[in-house]
């Protein structure tokens, strides 16, 4: 379909004016406004004073040892791990830790920069592909911006240029199926494909169902250009990064996949994969059913539907662990807000509605109310689905701070919590659940008492879902036999077994304990125990910001 923008001029006594300049500078000014808006809600609405969240800071790892120049690797000196399954996304926040930024400053200059070039890119992509008006690119462009993705950035997640990406390689990909298909256009689409896939190894799938879309729109004979460079740029650069990661790794998929996926069908991820997707579009369904009135906004709706529906499906692969405000889906949500608009482009014409000019003024300022109302009210359905994060004090931070004083002595830490401890300790670590232990992924996915021997940890520190005041009984009783219970018990017998100084066992509530174990034969253990007793332990799920409780000598 060709969209092409003939010049028009309004002539004024001795000057022309050229309307589509007009358009641009206005576009300019709408674009600085956006900008503007999302900055000002999210320093209103945003706590961005927080630690990073678990498997955020598990990456932050991986930057700093990267930028150190010691690999791909969990614990310096060790074998590589692909436990950083954002290869690419943590290969640019290294390069940041090179030039002098912190992995925590690094991570948050990408995530900001790729969240506002997402919003103009949402913006300009309506308004040139689709002709939009600037109500309806301003009202994509500012949904995405107040949405789940500012959330995101507090966390230190890196999803959001993930979800550039996305938005990137579906606006190549409008573009071959509104405009022309050319070899350049081909190329630039199965190149960000790759990126994308780079970024996340899901990618891979949702440039495939993208690649999908487009020869479903323009069907074999159009679309074969494409493919042809999708193939070929699949085959020779992914092949040539799959066949070096294999190598330097050691095995084929990311470690995490061998802990979270393990060829088994997850029910409950697919439903929680369905119900983040519909959170996300919810405002924007109606379009999808409008697009039923015609067999071309039929098929506008399915090409745009191929590679939402077909990446929420694909979460049926993988376990649900810390899919953090939908942050596995979110890549949908731009290609949504690059697709609703066409769907009901044509409603005033395919319904035979008034035109607003043709109204009278009563009806018109009428009009102009209601559209308002809709508007304010899809943003308002947006903001109602954020959650605030507040700053929570953290006690795991703390301990790390404090361990971070002994990370010259070489010592090993032993924790489920492979997030914050392991980052600002700088210990050596063995990530119990096994994300970031390939001998754990790889060995049924469980810690052993014999691996624990092997490796002789300073500290054992595990997240239990009973304390010492309370064992797996009442509420907690039906956890018995669940993978996580089974590895904290797994910890404590371990450690019960070896003479290991219970140092304390913090939580709020009987039912949530962070215990840390000590290992009484090195020199410097009774004072980090009597340190880990001594400190205001905080629980970062309490966001009253209450002093933990120590349910080691609460009995």
């Not at 256009?185 to 790759?194: D, E, Y």
């Amino acid at each position: 379909m060709q969209n092409h923008r003939a010049k028009i001029y309004f002539i004024t006594e001795n000057t022309p004016i050229d309307i589509n300049k007009f358009s641009r500078l206005l576009d300019v000014v709408v674009i600085i406004g956006l900008i503007l808006a999302v900055a000002v809600y999210s320093l209103v609405t945003i706590d961005f004073k927080m630690q990073p969240f678990e498997d955020a800071a598990i990456l932050m790892r991986y930057v700093e040892n990267f930028a150190g120049g010691h690999g791909i690797v969990w614990n310096i000196g060790e074998q590589p791990v692909d436990g950083a399954t954002d290869f690419l996304f943590m290969v640019f926040a290294a390069a940041l830790v090179k030039l002098g930024l912190s992995a925590a400053e690094a991570v948050r200059f990408l995530v900001i920069f790729a969240h506002f070039l997402t919003v103009v890119i949402i913006y300009i992509a309506n308004r040139r592909f689709y002709d939009a008006p600037i109500w309806a690119a301003g009202l994509s462009a500012l949904y995405l911006g107040i949405g789940p993705g500012l959330l995101l950035i507090a966390a230190y997640f890196g999803t959001p240029v993930f979800g550039l990406l996305a938005a990137l390689t579906w606006c190549c990909a409008l573009y071959l199926v509104l405009r022309r298909v050319t070899h350049i256009w081909s190329l630039a689409f199965a190149l960000f494909g790759l990126v994308m896939g780079l970024i996340r190894p899901e990618g891979v799938i949702l440039a495939s169902l993208m690649l999908l879309a487009i020869l479903y729109r323009l069907g074999w004979k159009r679309g074969r250009l494409v493919f042809f460079y999708f193939v070929l740029i699949f085959t020779v650069l992914g092949s040539l990064y799959f066949v070096w990661r294999w190598s330097y790794f050691g095995y084929p998929l990311p470690n995490p996949f061998y802990k979270k996926g393990g060829g088994q069908l997850y029910w409950s991820s697919l439903i929680a994969s369905t119900i983040n997707v519909f959170r996300f579009s919810l405002p924007f369904l109606i379009t999808f059913v409008l697009a039923l009135r015609s067999r071309e906004t039929i098929r506008d709706a399915i090409f745009a539907a191929i590679p939402i529906v077909g990446f929420m499906a694909a979460f049926i692969l993988l376990s649900e662990e810390m899919n953090y405000v939908g942050r596995f889906q979110y890549a949908v949500l731009p290609i949504l807000l690059l697709s609703w608009y066409p769907l009901v482009k044509t409603v005033p014409q395919d319904f035979h509605l008034t035109h607003l000019r043709d109204l009278s003024w009563a009806h018109h300022v009428t009009a102009v109310l209601f559209g308002g109302f809709i508007f304010l009210a899809i943003l308002g359905y947006q903001f109602s689905q954020r959650n605030i994060i507040r700053f929570t004090l953290d006690g795991r931070y703390d301990v790390a701070t404090m361990l971070s004083e002994y990370q010259a002595k070489g010592y090993t830490l032993a924790t489920t919590e492979a997030g914050l401890l392991p980052l600002y300790s700088g210990w050596r670590t063995i990530d119990a659940w096994g994300l970031n232990d390939k001998w754990i992924a790889h060995n049924n996915g469980r810690i052993t008492a014999e691996y624990l021997a092997q490796n002789n940890p300073e500290i054992i520190m595990f997240h239990a879902y009973y304390s010492p005041i309370a064992a797996l009984t009442g509420p907690n009783k039906n956890l018995e036999g669940d993978d996580w219970v089974d590895m904290t018990l797994t910890m404590q017998a371990y450690a019960e077994a070896n003479d290991y100084v219970l140092a304390a066992a913090y939580g709020v509530i009987p039912f949530h304990a962070h215990y840390y174990y000590i290992r009484p034969d090195f020199p410097e253990s009774v004072e980090i125990i009597e340190r880990i007793r001594s400190m205001d332990y905080y629980w970062v799920m309490d966001v009253d910001g209450r002093t933990a409780i120590d349910f080691s000598r609460a009995q």
